[in-house]
C-alpha cells in the first residue's frame, strides 16, 4: 500500500508541475497565442467575481471603478495559482521519494520552493527535487516581472491613439462624429493620415491582445475611453465614407477598414466569441435605417459633402458593418466598454452616452455629456 500512494502521489506532483509548466511556458513565453486553460480559468473566474460586484452598481462610472481593478487582480491571482500548485506539486513529490511524511514533505517543499532554507535534509534522493523546487519559485516570479513590461508596453501603445481620437471625434467616441467633426473645420484631408494610423494600430493591437488576453480587460484611464469602442468609430467613419462619397479615394479607408475588422474578429476568437468569417454583405444589422439617418442629417448639418443620399448609402454602409457589427457588440459586452453610440447594449442595461461637444456647439450652450433622449 505504501508503494502504491508512492506512485499515485508521485504521478500526480508530476501531473500538477507539467501542468503549471506548460501553463507558465503558454502564458509568459510562447509568442502565438497559445491558450492556457488554467490561466484562461483563473481570469474569468476572477473577471466574474468583479462583474457581479460591478454588475450591482447603478451607473456606468461606478461599474468601470469596479471593473478597472479586475486585470491587475487577475495577473495577481495567476502568479499566487502557479505557486500554490507548484508548491502541491512538489510536497507530493518529495513525500513519494522519501519515507518524509505529508507534514514534513510540505514543509520541506516550502522551504525549496520560496528559497527560504529552514527546512533541509541529507537524503540524497531529495537533492535534485529540493534544486528543481529551488529553481522554479525565482524563475516563475522573474518570469511575470519580465513579462509586466511588455505587458505594459503594448497598453501605453494602445492608449496613445485612443487618446488622441479624442479631439476628432470626442469621448465616448462615434464614428459620425470623426467625420462631423473634420468637415466642420474643413480639415477632411487629414482622414488619410488617420486611416493610415488606425491601420497599424489595428495591427498592433490584434497582435499584442491574442498574445497576451489579459490585456483586453485593461482599462483605460478615462471611463469614457474604451479601446474597442475607438476601434469600432474609426471602422464606422472608414465605412460611412466609403458609403456617402465612394469618388473619395478609397485605398486607404478601406485597408483601415479590413485591418480593424480582422482585429476585432481575431480578439473576438480570443475571448471564445464565434465568429463569421464571410458574412452575407445582404444580412442585415444591429443598427437600424433610422439611426443611420439621425447620423446623416449630423453630417448634413455640419457640411460634410455627401454624393449619395441616405437610402442609397444605407446599403453600401450595412454591407461594410456587416463585417464587424457582431463580433464587435459581443466584445463590447463581454469587456463591458462604454455604452457609447452605435456600440449594441450592455448587460445590465445602461443608458447610451453621447460623445461629450465643445460647448458652443450644445443646445443654449449646455455643457457635459448628453445622455440619448435627454
Known amino acids: 500500500m505504501q508503494a502504491l500512494g508512492a506512485v499515485v502521489s508521485f504521478l500526480a506532483g508530476l501531473a500538477i508541475v507539467l501542468a503549471v509548466g506548460s501553463s507558465i511556458l503558454r502564458t509568459l513565453v510562447v509568442p502565438r497565442g497559445v491558450r492556457s486553460k488554467l490561466s484562461s480559468a483563473v481570469l474569468g473566474a476572477t473577471l466574474a467575481l468583479f462583474r457581479t460586484v460591478a454588475h450591482r452598481t447603478s451607473t456606468y462610472g461606478s461599474r468601470d471603478a469596479v471593473l478597472a481593478?479586475?486585470?491587475?487582480?487577475?495577473?495577481?491571482?495567476?502568479?499566487?495559482?502557479?505557486?500554490?500548485?507548484?508548491?502541491?506539486?512538489f510536497t507530493l513529490l518529495l513525500?513519494?521519494?522519501?519515507?518524509?511524511?505529508m507534514a514534513a514533505s510540505f514543509r520541506?517543499?516550502?522551504?525549496?520552493?520560496?528559497?527560504?532554507?529552514?527546512?533541509?535534509?541529507?537524503?540524497?534522493?531529495?537533492?535534485?527535487?529540493?534544486?528543481l523546487a529551488a529553481a522554479t519559485g525565482p524563475i516563475v516570479v522573474g518570469l511575470l516581472i519580465?513579462?509586466?513590461?511588455?505587458?505594459?508596453a503594448s497598453y501605453?501603445?494602445?492608449?496613445?491613439?485612443v487618446a488622441l481620437l479624442h479631439s476628432r471625434s470626442g469621448e465616448p467616441n462615434w464614428g459620425p462624429e470623426i467625420l462631423l467633426r473634420h468637415a466642420i473645420v474643413n480639415s477632411e484631408e487629414e482622414l488619410v493620415t488617420l486611416w493610415?494610423?488606425?491601420?497599424?494600430?489595428?495591427?498592433?493591437?490584434?497582435?499584442?491582445?491574442?498574445?497576451?488576453?489579459?490585456?483586453?480587460?485593461?482599462?483605460?484611464?478615462?471611463?469614457?475611453?474604451?479601446?474597442l469602442i475607438a476601434l469600432l468609430?474609426?471602422?464606422?467613419?472608414?465605412?460611412?465614407?466609403?458609403?456617402?462619397?465612394?469618388?473619395?479615394?478609397?485605398?486607404?479607408?478601406?485597408?483601415?477598414?479590413?485591418?480593424?475588422?480582422?482585429?476585432?474578429?481575431?480578439?473576438?476568437?480570443?475571448?471564445?466569441?464565434?465568429?463569421?468569417?464571410?458574412?452575407?454583405?445582404?444580412?442585415?444589422?444591429?443598427?437600424?435605417?433610422?439611426?443611420?439617418?439621425?447620423?446623416?442629417?449630423?453630417?448634413?448639418?455640419?457640411g460634410y459633402a455627401m454624393a449619395r443620399s441616405a437610402e442609397d448609402a444605407w446599403p453600401h454602409f450595412r454591407g461594410w458593418r456587416v463585417n464587424y457589427e457582431s463580433a464587435a457588440y459581443r466584445l463590447a459586452?463581454?469587456?463591458?466598454?462604454?455604452?457609447?453610440?452605435?456600440?449594441?447594449?450592455?448587460?445590465?442595461?445602461?443608458?447610451?452616452?453621447?460623445p461629450e461637444r465643445p460647448t458652443n456647439r450644445m443646445p443654449g450652450g449646455r455643457t457635459g455629456r448628453p445622455v440619448i433622449g435627454e
Not at 146 to 152: A, E, T
Not at 156 to 161: A, G, K, L, T, Y
Not at 343 to 354: I, K, Q
Open 95 to 101: 513525500f513519494s521519494f522519501s519515507p518524509l511524511d
Open 108 to 131: 520541506e517543499a516550502g522551504s525549496s520552493l520560496f528559497t527560504l532554507g529552514f527546512a533541509s535534509t541529507d537524503r540524497a534522493q531529495l537533492t535534485l527535487v529540493d534544486f
Open 156 to 161: 501605453n501603445r494602445r492608449e496613445v491613439e
Open 333 to 354: 459586452e463581454r469587456i463591458d466598454a462604454v455604452p457609447a453610440m452605435w456600440s449594441g447594449t450592455r448587460n445590465p442595461p445602461l443608458p447610451v452616452v453621447a
Open 233 to 302: 468609430s474609426v471602422m464606422d467613419a472608414a465605412a460611412l465614407q466609403l458609403s456617402l462619397n465612394p469618388q473619395v479615394a478609397q485605398g486607404p479607408a478601406r485597408v483601415a477598414l479590413r485591418q480593424g475588422f480582422v482585429a476585432v474578429r481575431d480578439i473576438a476568437r480570443a475571448e471564445g466569441i464565434a465568429v463569421d468569417d464571410d458574412p452575407d454583405p445582404d444580412s442585415g444589422v444591429t443598427l437600424t435605417f433610422e439611426e443611420f439617418v439621425h447620423a446623416y442629417e449630423q453630417l448634413v448639418a455640419s
Open 146 to 152: 519580465g513579462y509586466l513590461p511588455s505587458l505594459y
Open 69 to 89: 481593478y479586475a486585470a491587475p487582480v487577475a495577473l495577481i491571482a495567476t502568479l499566487l495559482t502557479w505557486l500554490g500548485l507548484l508548491f502541491v506539486g
Open 196 to 227: 493610415r494610423d488606425w491601420e497599424h494600430w489595428a495591427a498592433d493591437v490584434a497582435e499584442s491582445h491574442v498574445n497576451y488576453p489579459v490585456l483586453i480587460h485593461v482599462r483605460s484611464a478615462q471611463p469614457m475611453r474604451n479601446w
